[in-house]
């Protein structure tokens, strides 16, 4: 079974551009997470898409982040524009459903996109 | 809001060492637990979890974590740790109703032979 895919795996960009990063869940699971992995810290959740909406954006900088899903199956997430701080890894994790025994269903996830931003 | 505090940052063994990895949670209710691993180059994965039961819980590569409520903590051990063990170990929380996790900061396991 194919992992979750994600590109680029390194990007380097100067502070004020712009930057996408594109995720590919595996196979037939319906939900996508976004994370940011800053040095030093754990993964904290951005965005959750069960299928092609919204489920969790409590914690994604609207200002300048924006993610979407629209045919409910690889998801793309952009920054615009970078500030220094947006310096992480960008994790992608899919699971089956939002929901299941025990109200969990476990998140896979990708190798991440190392971000730097000069 | 549910937090997970990992007091060990790094961590250094020699093969064959016992480990024990601190994790605390700050939820006194119903708690869902998991321990992740990323090994060097590699992305994270499951390594064990807790919903109820055995407070013992036994994941994969001989690693287990005892959830005990009365110290809020499910701290992770193995009893002989080899060289392919280094790695950042996450513990996690699962918070609300969507399948949503809250990670501790990590530790960084280095095992010399």
């Known amino acids: 079974e194919a992992g979750v895919a994600q590109s680029p795996r390194y990007k380097i960009i100067e502070k004020r551009q712009s930057v996408a990063f594109w995720c590919n869940p595996i196979s037939g699971h319906a939900t996508l997470y976004w994370y940011q992995q800053i040095l030093g810290q754990g993964p904290k959740l951005l965005i959750q898409f069960q299928n092609n909406g919204v489920v969790d954006d409590s914690q994604l900088p609207k200002d300048r982040f924006s993610a979407e899903r629209l045919k409910g199956v690889d998801s793309t997430l952009k920054i615009q524009p970078a500030k220094l701080e947006d310096s992480a890894v960008y994790l992608c994790?899919?699971?089956?459903?939002?929901?299941?025994?025990?109200?969990?269903?476990?998140?896979?996830f990708g190798p991440g996109t190392r971000l730097t931003v000069l | 809001a549910q937090s997970v505090s990992q007091h060990n940052h790094h961590v250094i063994l020699s093969e064959a060492a016992s480990l024990e990895l601190g994790c605390n949670y700050s939820?006194?209710?119903?708690?869902?637990l998991f321990w992740y691993v990323q090994y060097p180059g590699q992305h994270l994965q499951l390594l064990l979890k807790y919903f109820s039961g055995d407070p013992l819980v036994k994941g994969i590569k001989g690693f287990e974590a005892e959830f005990i409520k009365s110290k809020f903590s499910f701290n992770l051990r193995k009893p002989s740790v080899q060289w392919s063990d280094t790695a950042e170990y996450f513990c996690?929380?699962?918070?609300?109703?969507?399948?949503?996790?809250?990670f501790g900061a990590g530790t960084r396991l280095a095992v010399h032979p």
């Open positions: 994790a899919s699971s089956l459903d939002h929901q299941g025994i025990a109200g969990y269903n476990e998140q896979f």
């Open positions: 996690a929380v699962l918070s609300g109703g969507y399948n949503k996790l809250i």
């Open positions: 939820y006194g209710g119903t708690v869902n």
